[in-house]
T-cell receptor
Framework: NAGVTQTPKFRVLKTGQSMTLLCAQD?????MYWYRQDPGMGLRLIHY???????AKGEVPDGYNVSRLKKQNFLLGLESAAPSQTSVYFC?????????????FGNGTRLTVT | AQSVAQPEDQVNVAEGNPLTVKCTYS??????LFWYVQYPNRGLQFLLK??????LVKGSYGFEAEFNKSQTSFHLKKPSALVSDSALYFC???????????????FGQGTTLQVKP
């Protein structure tokens, strides 16, 4: 009963370094999302995917890339990390695009860029 | 621009008293509305949703929410607060129409609920 799993849980990067955050869901959900959470700003959508092999930009996509090669996995990449990307990152998935389908969230990745 | 507002950064209530966490939204059409709760170092957990029908919807852990179309509000309520309800609460909206086809949610900035013994 894992649900949505994010790895790693914590990471510290130096400016300019790169990393990939992994999100895996075992619920056979079609839709997956990456959000970032910053104090006083709620959650902001970075990128999302409506199915395997498809991705789209969200509200704050700059500096990030994503890939959805397998239905169960959604990867978020930072090619050259910046201090402004210090945040808590959440992955979420949804069974369908129907309006009443809630999002299921992972426990987050806390990233610090120094 | 479509948005969700939670006007209070923090709400303080005494255990046993009723609580209200406020949410207003600005979206076109008839949106789908949600409440989520976040405990420390955890992801968001779904509490309840409003799609259509009765303006008062019931959810998990004794929470309920009242939808008011004329005031574009969706306030979260609980008749008797528990210390264990202390957490961060998020209101979210999924606009009807095109955006609903992507399933993405627009979140408010969050309200910290502090319930004191």
């Amino acid at each position: 009963n894992a649900g949505v799993t994010q790895t790693p849980k914590f990471r510290v990067l130096k400016t300019g370094q790169s990393m990939t955050l992994l999100c895996a869901q075992d619920m056979n959900h079609e839709y997956m999302y990456w959000y970032r959470q910053d104090p006083g700003m709620g959650l902001r959508l970075i990128h999302y995917s409506v199915g395997e092999g498809t991705t789209a930009k969200g509200e704050v996509p700059d500096g990030y890339n994503v890939s959805r090669l397998k239905k169960q996995n959604f990867l978020l990449g930072l090619e050259s990390a910046a201090p402004s990307q210090t945040s808590v990152y959440f992955c979420a998935s949804s069974y369908s695009r129907q309006g009443d389908s809630p999002l299921h969230f992972g426990n987050g990745t806390r990233l610090t860029v120094t | 621009a479509q948005s969700v507002a939670q006007p209070e950064d923090q709400v303080n209530v005494a255990e046993g008293n009723p609580l209200t966490v406020k949410c207003t939204y600005s979206v076109s059409g008839n949106p789908y509305l949600f409440w989520y709760v976040q405990y420390p170092n955890r992801g968001l957990q779904f509490l309840l949703k409003y799609i259509t029908g009765d303006n008062l919807v019931k959810g998990s852990y004794g929470f309920e929410a009242e939808f008011n179309k004329s005031q574009t509000s969706f306030h979260l309520k609980k008749p008797s607060a528990l210390v264990s309800d202390s957490a961060l609460y998020f209101c979210a909206v999924r606009p009807a129409g095109g955006s609903s086809n992507t399933g993405k949610l627009i979140f408010g900035q969050g309200t910290t609920l502090q319930v004191k013994p």
